[in-house]
């Protein structure tokens, strides 16, 4: 239970948001919060989005317009320096957060600190999928998905990340350890878990917190789906241009590896002379020269993938980089 409450920035990206933000500011609004603080980068939204957040007055607002479009990678990553409070909450424009979220997140986020609050931490709960009408589509993201709620070790995130940002919540170590986010890092999400992984912990609330919005415009999906219906239509297609299906295959696996090994280096760049020996040892078996040990540390981990996947991609992380660009057949 907590006794008190630290100030918490809400951290958001926005960009043409005004049909939806309106919802998701009365959610900030209904957490009930005090301390709380919307910290806002605008990437030059032209519907109407700025001026409705500097209307809102209900949380106190700090906006800064960009002047040249970011891209949502770049302009969450601003919006993250620009975080002040003990701990920062990731959100998009476009979700309904559920009344106590900000509540149960700092509780589970000073649980995995364990009263060492200059480690590196975050935490993230499970969300429900809706629609743009916010109709439930799944009650959990991760019973609907092969994403796990279990993900915490750098074999975890190595070749897809298990969690939306908007479900995230860091202490202020993660963000001076993660912050600048790398150029080439896929997503600035993806970069806080897989730091988190390697220096220090991360934790999860089993709840959805979230109504996480589907509405076919959002920057990035929901994962693979459990859902397999439609699987014999699939298999039959990829029976007739077997050809095409396995070069297709080997140039999406290809990025994939090309990708971990990105993220890998840049976790060895930054962090490796600080890894403590069980975190230097994963990485050393993620980076080993000898595919076989690469496939076995990933199949252990929760990759979020298929085990075919996870084979090809870890036969690719060992082919020079200038070679992962596979041209499809004309």
Request: net charge positive; charged share 25%; glycine share 6%.
């Amino acid at each position: 239970m907590i006794t008190d409450r630290p100030p918490v920035d809400v951290v958001m990206a926005t960009y043409n948001g005004a049909k939806y933000l309106p919802e998701m500011l009365e959610s900030l609004v209904a957490q009930d919060w005090t301390g709380l603080r919307l910290v806002v980068c605008d990437d030059g939204s032209t519907d109407g989005t700025v001026e409705l957040l500097e209307r809102f007055d209900r949380l106190p607002v700090h906006l800064v317009r960009n002047p040249v479009n970011l891209g949502a990678k770049d302009n969450f990553s601003k919006a993250l320096h620009l975080a002040e409070a003990p701990y920062a909450a990731l959100a998009d424009q476009d979700d309904v957060w559920m009344p106590g979220k900000i509540a149960q997140m700092v509780e589970r986020l000073r649980t995995v600190e364990a009263g060492a609050p200059d480690s590196p931490a975050l935490v993230y709960s499970d969300l429900q999928i809706v629609d743009g009408n916010l109709n439930l589509i799944s009650s959990s993201f991760y019973d609907g998905t092969f994403k796990s709620r279990e993900a915490n070790a750098i074999a975890d995130f190595t070749i897809s990340n298990h969690v939306p940002g908007c479900a995230v919540m860091v202490n202020r170590a993660l963000l001076r350890a993660a912050l600048p986010v790398p150029a080439d890092a896929h997503m600035h999400d993806w970069w806080l878990c897989i730091v988190a992984a390697a220096i220090g912990r991360i934790g999860h609330v089993e709840a959805p917190l979230i109504q996480f919005r589907r509405h076919g415009a959002n920057e990035t999906g929901s994962g693979r789906p459990k859902d397999r219906r439609g699987w014999l239509a699939t298999a039959l297609k990829r029976a007739s241009r077997p050809r095409d299906y396995f070069r297709e295959r080997m140039i999406d696996t290809a990025k994939l590896a090309k990708g971990a090994n990105h993220r890998l280096a840049a976790i060895e760049a930054r962090f490796g002379g600080e890894l403590a020996a069980p975190k230097r040892q994963a990485l050393d078996a993620l980076t080993n020269r000898r595919w076989w040990r690469r496939y076995g540390a990933i199949c252990a981990a929760h990759s979020g993938e298929s085990p075919v996947t996870d084979l090809l991609v870890a036969l690719q992380m060992g082919v020079p980089s200038n070679r992962h660009a596979l041209r499809p057949s004309r």
